[in-house]
């Protein structure tokens, strides 16, 4: 009798276990992607050779009308969230690996419209804009940008939707004006007020000794960048300031969200990082997070 009993134990302890494992691997199945993992698997998907056409001015006023509405009305409103998947994109709310939450809307790589990644924090007004415009080719950028938000929770993530070399070259959206890129950046800077900090990276070169490269524009930078040059150089940073050293031609003078701002008299750095930089994410973050604040 004992041992029958002892066997019915047994039994029921192994079907918890076996239960439990089930749910364990039903819930993971059913998690919606992080951040994070969003932006990974649409910077990993991008090609040189991929699909990609600039949207029509029909296309890029809605998608901006959409984005604009969504950061007034602080929700995930459901007419405009259609107007973004009727462009093409996938719209969702996801989590950062430091517990915010956004609205996210992610183009299809494989689709001409291959617009864009915007992230839009839920909880809170926007007051900085972390922009990628060349995810893949520019290597890690997107890392820093994340590292980026993860600091700053109260940033607007927009990454491009193409590898720049896509299209003949017509989709490196920072010098396109007429990409949805350009128009959700210049739209949400001078709509908002928000300072654009713009991410790039730079291989190895003879002619040049710095970690970042930054630029303010094409004319002389607003104070917010010079104070972030300052910032960089404490960090133990090598820093070649744009508007008063040659740096490689690195400036991004011709950058045209730059030019934007500066015709509008609002903060850009334009901010070009060697590869060691930007395989340390966590380094450079938290001085670049403090940008416009």
Not at 188 to 193: A, I, K, P, Q, V
Not at 203 to 223: F, T
Not at 238 to 259: D, H
């Amino acid at each position: 009798m004992r041992g029958a009993r002892g066997t019915v134990v047994v039994l029921v302890v192994i079907a918890l276990v076996a239960a439990g494992a089930l749910a364990g691997v039903l819930a993971t199945r059913g998690a919606s992607p992080t951040l994070e993992q969003q932006v990974r698997d649409l910077t990993d998907r991008l090609d040189p050779d991929g699909p990609y056409r600039a949207p029509t001015p029909a296309e890029r006023d809605a998608v901006v009308g959409a984005v604009t509405a969504l950061l007034a009305a602080g929700s995930d409103g459901q007419v405009h969230r259609g107007v973004l998947e009727a462009a093409g994109f996938a719209v969702g709310t996801a989590r950062s690996a430091a517990g915010v939450d956004y609205l996210v809307a992610r183009s299809d790589p494989a689709s001409q419209r291959s617009w864009g990644l915007i992230a839009l924090p839920l909880d809170r007004p926007p007051r900085l804009l972390v922009e990628v415009p060349h995810p893949n080719a520019d290597l890690a950028t997107e890392e820093v940008g994340l590292a980026v938000l993860a600091a700053r929770p109260d940033a607007v993530y927009l990454q491009a939707g193409a590898h720049r070399r896509a299209s003949g070259e017509r989709a490196d959206v920072a010098h396109e004006e007429d990409s949805l890129f350009h128009a959700l950046a210049v739209e949400l800077s001078t709509r908002l007020g928000l300072p654009q900090l713009q991410l790039h990276g730079f291989a190895e070169r003879a002619d040049l000794d710095a970690d970042v490269v930054l630029g303010g524009g094409p004319d002389d930078p607003a104070p917010p960048v010079v104070e972030l040059a300052d910032r960089l150089e404490a960090a133990g940073l090598q820093v070649c300031r744009a508007w008063a050293q040659r740096c490689s031609r690195l400036e991004g003078r011709t950058n045209v969200q730059g030019r934007a701002a500066a015709r509008d008299g609002l903060p850009f750095a334009h901010v070009e990082m060697s590869a060691p930089v930007r395989r340390r994410p966590d380094r450079v973050a938290p001085v670049l997070a403090a940008f416009g604040a």
